[in-house]
């Protein structure tokens, strides 16, 4: 399967722990994107990447959390000092830098996040 | 800021009927682009379709069309033929030219009844 992977899919976490989420976008894709969906609401942006540089980050993204793409491959969403308001699905997608179509965006399966 | 609302929280329709999906949003640039989502369950969410703000002309892929309303601000979704697999949440979403930013409405909860 070459779609964009989430891993882990499902994490249970005590108030206060970090986690981390990994995603491997498609391959040949440079544009790495992470949302987070919250019960019944439509995904909010967090962060987009182009290769290995952050271009953007939203006010969302407090500073417990924190994205990297190191070598412009896969990436990770680490949250430190977890809150229960931190319990949500978060999204990865991809998308490549010239494909003709704006916007269309390849979304993983998503990491669900439970804080307890 | 952008904003999109989708008023209906849930619909519900028999195979084989004709549904529309509702979406409106403010904004007060004139190049962006729309689109609608949709996320079945337990499964990734894909793109259905995609409109250009600059082009008059409704999009429409296979059963899915939209009716742009740009003066409007209103971007439905018309589902034809209306098959159980189409059962899903849908999101309209939107997103300036140049951007790369989504920004979704709160979702439609789509169910085709056999």
């Known amino acids: 399967d070459t779609g964009v992977s989430q891993d882990p899919r499902h994490k249970i976490t005590k108030r206060g722990q970090n986690v981390t989420f990994r995603c491997d976008p498609i391959s040949e894709h440079n544009r790495l994107y992470w949302y987070r969906q919250t019960l019944g609401q439509g995904p909010e942006f967090l962060t987009y990447?182009?290769?290995?540089?952050?271009?953007?980050k939203s006010r969302l993204l407090s500073d417990r959390f924190s994205a990297e793409r190191p070598k412009g491959s896969f990436s990770t969403l680490e949250i430190q000092r977890t809150e229960q308001g931190d319990s949500a699905m978060y999204l990865c997608a991809s998308s490549p830098r010239t494909s003709g179509r704006s916007g269309e965006l390849f979304f993983g399966e998503g990491s669900r996040l439970t804080v307890l | 800021a952008q904003t999109v609302t989708q008023s209906q929280p849930e619909m519900s329709v028999q195979e084989a009927e004709t549904v529309t999906l509702s979406c409106t949003y403010d904004t007060s640039e004139s190049n962006y682009y729309l689109f609608w989502y949709k996320q079945p369950p337990s499964r990734q969410m894909i793109l259905v379709i995609r409109q250009e703000a600059y082009k008059q002309q409704n999009a429409t892929e296979n059963r899915f069309s939209v009716n742009f309303q740009k003066a409007a601000k209103s971007f439905s979704l018309k589902i034809s033929d209306s098959q159980l697999g189409d059962t899903a949440m849908y999101f309209c979403a939107f997103m300036y030219r140049g951007a790369q930013k989504l920004v979704f409405g709160q979702g439609t909860r789509l169910t085709i009844n056999p």
């Open positions: 990447f182009q290769n290995e540089a952050q271009l953007e």
